[in-house]
């Protein structure tokens, strides 16, 4: 397992998995690539979007790319904040792909997270990905964040690492 840690903000992503972070001056964006298809990325964005104009705006650009979505609701949350958040199945030359968008927002900055992952490999690395959202945290400067007991990534697959 692996750790990355910037303004508060921390996840546990698989050993063998690439990590590449862009900066600029209005965002953070770390991505983390998996085998095939799956990828995970996490934004800090400084402007502080509402969550919900988050969401929507990645739904937008996927359903102009995509055409055919289909929108779920989803009551998963990061950072332990109030989350927007949906998952989509995205229909592409008869292939799903599997997205999941969250959204909250801090006093710092708005953090966003996704992931997308062919449907025929949602089995075997879907956890993978479900367990980085999980692991995902945050502790403001006062205290008051999301800092509570931290994430054990390997808990999640019963001790064994994800092959």
Request: glycine share 6%; proline share 4%.
């Amino acid at each position: 397992m692996q750790v990355y840690e910037t303004h508060g903000v921390r996840f546990e992503y698989p050993d063998g998995w690439e990590l590449s972070v862009d900066n600029s001056d209005d965002q953070i964006a770390a991505t983390v690539e998996g085998p095939g298809t799956a990828f995970w990325t996490m934004s800090l964005i400084f402007e502080r979007p509402p969550a919900e104009e988050i969401i929507d705006s990645a739904l937008q650009c996927f359903e102009e790319e995509y055409g055919e979505v289909d929108v779920y609701e989803s009551d998963e949350r990061i950072c332990l904040l109030p989350t927007a958040a949906v998952n989509l199945d995205l229909i592409s030359l008869d292939f799903v792909s599997k997205v999941a968008l969250r959204a909250c927002e801090t006093d710092e900055f708005s953090i966003f997270s996704m992931f997308q992952i062919s449907e025929v490999e949602s089995e075997e690395h879907g956890p993978a990905l479900r367990a980085m959202n999980a692991s995902l945290t945050w502790d403001s400067d006062d205290g008051d964040g999301s800092d509570g007991d931290p994430f054990e990534f390997d808990n999640l697959f019963g001790g064994q690492d994800e092959e």
